[in-house]
């Protein structure tokens, strides 16, 4: 059962666009949710996080908004660059429960192109 | 940089013998974790703990164990391996913010090929 869905498996987006990466939760006890990045080879990078308590957290050229009442969040890439071609990870967690554990998506392949 | 070391970075193995992996942190955090990524599969939590010799189970721990005897030091062993174990398996550790450890940071990775 999947808590977790990124459901687009890969995105294209242009150089100096704006890059919108989605995901979708079950679980009515989240609270925190985190975006990673990962490049191949490499370890997830942690990118933005937003508390249940909010609707928006902004990071340089990263927005993260999250609707509660529709289970949602989404990840904004404004300006996209080319370095940021990478998976994206949604991890959700509930802090209430057990130790901060994560549940990961599947993740959606950012692609930026010139 | 959390201070976090994955070794061995690569291995291949052979079917049915035990497999050891460590996960080794400079900076003394409570919480580790391993977890593994397969292809479909994103990050699946294997075995996670939450101080010395006190470790619980993920959701995908059959076949794996794993030791904390150090602060500093979480190895995930496979006991005798098996094919479905290939995988790259990445150890992270757990930063706590307003509870527990709501934020991690994770180590470079380790691939393992199991013929």
């Known amino acids: 059962d999947q808590q977790v869905k990124q459901n687009s498996p890969s995105l294209s987006v242009q150089e100096g666009r704006i890059s919108i990466l989605n995901c979708d939760y079950t679980?009515?006890?989240?609270?925190?949710f985190l975006w990673y990045k990962k490049y191949p080879a490499e370890g997830p990078t942690f990118l933005i996080s937003?508390?249940?308590?909010?609707d928006k957290n902004e990071d340089g050229r990263f927005t993260v908004f999250l609707n509660k009442s529709a289970k949602h969040l989404s990840l904004h890439i404004v300006p996209s660059q080319p370095g940021d071609s990478a998976v994206y990870f949604c991890?959700?967690?509930?802090?209430?429960?057990?130790?901060?554990?994560?549940?990961f998506g599947r993740g959606t392949q950012l692609t930026v192109w010139p | 940089d959390a201070g976090i070391t994955q070794s061995p970075r690569h291995k291949v193995t052979e079917t049915g013998t035990p497999v050891t992996l460590r996960c080794h942190q400079t900076?003394?955090?409570?919480?580790m974790y391993w977890y593994r990524q397969d292809p479909g599969h994103g990050l699946r939590l294997i075995h996670y703990?939450?101080?010395?010799?006190?470790?619980d189970k993920g959701e995908v721990s059959d076949g794996y164990s794993v030791s904390r005897s150090k602060t500093e030091d979480f190895l995930l062993t496979l006991e005798s391996a098996t094919s479905s174990q290939t995988s790259v398996y990445f150890c992270?550790?757990?930063?706590?913010?307003?509870?527990?450890?709501?934020?991690?940071?994770f180590g470079p990775g380790t691939r393992l090929t199991v013929l």
């Open positions: 991890a959700p967690c509930d802090r209430g429960s057990t130790l901060g554990r994560l549940y």
């Open positions: 679980n009515s006890m989240f609270d925190y």
């Open positions: 937003i508390s249940s308590i909010k």
């Open positions: 900076e003394n955090h409570r919480y």
């Open positions: 703990s939450y101080g010395v010799k006190d470790t």
């Open positions: 992270a550790i757990g930063i706590a913010g307003l509870a527990v450890a709501d934020t991690q940071y």
